[in-house]
């Protein structure tokens, strides 16, 4: 079974600058905060955040025969830098962050522990 808390708890244990972490898949929807933090974004639009990653990340698959497999997607906006990451399952794990937060290191982290929680 996945471990969404799990892998939420040992995420934001990486940096402090990651803010959210959130997991869609075909069974559920899992977020969380850090604590402390307010969100930027109503729960309305971090459904709709959600949905167009999603349908962002099916394109992204189309071209892959061409393009190759995508690893990773990352959006640096003034507030905050998101990463996209695929699941196996067609799910996407989303993670927002500080935007000078290190992505790259963090980003290897995330990886690992995704291989570990999900």
Known sequence: MKDYQ????????????IRYVGIVDENR???????????LLTLEETRESMDDAILRWKTRKKLAEKTGQPLYALAVYDKIKRITIPLDNDGLI?????????HEVILKEIINIKNDFL
């Open 6 to 17: 799990g892998f939420c708890n040992e995420v934001f244990k990486i940096d402090t600058r």
């Open 29 to 39: 929807t899992y977020q969380k905060m850090r604590e402390g933090l307010q969100c």
């Open 94 to 102: 989303l993670i927002s962050m500080d935007p000078a937060g290190y």
